[in-house]
């Protein structure tokens, strides 16, 4: 990421941040943790311009969190890795996942034919309260898929703290006594100098739209997630690839089988 493109994306997101019409202090907060974000990732790997708009579309994803849970509360979350942090092991991934998260995960080979375990990590996640003060950690492992064409595919296991905000899905089924909840986000990613249009301003005011500036040119992708509790874990099976909600629920289920066998 050069510097004059990280700059862009810190205008940009220094002006959302304004519009919002925060203090001063908590501004510089807000600006201070996602710049030192930036500049992790810009030291832990080699990104293009597109995946920059992803963390000015988290960041983003953040502020428009704060003003929604009073005082105290839970009002949006944190964390991210570097790529030297991945394992490439799959039973030593299982073995790190249940020694932090306490308890035996579910971590398959394979979620379909031809879509394979590549490598993962474990980690924390920050929660945060609408004053940008750290309210705690929670566990969470990583598990990344890959098919023959490159496809990327994400399995995320947590144990989340009480007062995270639950999961809402637009289709659900039920497996092994277990709710599947499948929703599809659309993001819009802009040039840091477009500005979108009234009709994708307003798709954003009603949640239907999350708009973020990293791009060469206007794009639009398609976050498609699968979620279901076990216990007190979390899973979340998740793509921006061309994927169906019902595929994925079947995925899922490959995902509870795995610790059956």
């Avoid at 942090?85 to 034919?113: C, F, Q, W």
């Avoid at 979340?236 to 061309?242: I, P, V």
Wanted: charged residues 25%; aromatic residues 8%; proline residues 2%.
């Amino acid at each position: 990421m050069n510097s004059s493109w990280e700059d862009k994306i810190k205008t940009q997101l220094a002006e959302e941040i304004h519009a919002v019409d925060f203090s001063k202090e908590t501004q510089d907060r807000i600006l201070n943790r996602v710049h030192g974000q930036i500049r992790k990732r810009r030291i832990g790997m080699k990104m293009n311009r597109k995946y920059t708009g992803v963390i000015l579309a988290a960041a983003l994803v953040v502020i428009g969190g704060i003003t929604a849970i009073g005082a105290g509360k839970i009002a949006f979350t944190s964390g991210g890795h570097a790529v030297d942090e991945e394992v490439e092991n799959l039973a030593e991934l299982s073995e790190m996942a249940e020694e932090k998260l306490g308890g035996s995960v579910r971590i398959p080979e394979n979620l379909a034919e031809g879509i394979t375990f590549s490598s993962g990590v474990v980690n924390d996640t920050d929660a945060w309260d609408e004053e940008y003060q750290k309210l705690g950690s929670f566990p969470k492992a990583m598990a990344f898929y890959k098919d023959g064409n490159g496809k990327s595919y994400t399995l995320t296991i947590s144990k989340p703290l009480e007062g995270i905000q639950e999961y809402a899905g637009i289709v659900t089924q039920t497996y092994q006594g277990m709710e599947l909840s499948g929703k599809v986000d659309q993001y819009l990613f802009l040039p840091p100098d477009q500005k979108p249009s009234e009709e994708e301003r307003q798709l954003e005011a009603e949640g239907k739209l999350f708009i973020s500036y990293g791009s060469d040119e206007a794009e639009h992708e398609t976050f498609t997630s699968v979620s279901w509790n076990e216990g007190s874990f979390v899973y979340l099976l998740s793509t921006f690839e061309n994927a169906e909600v019902s595929e994925m629920m079947e995925w899922a289920k490959t995902v509870i089988d795995s610790g059956n066998e």
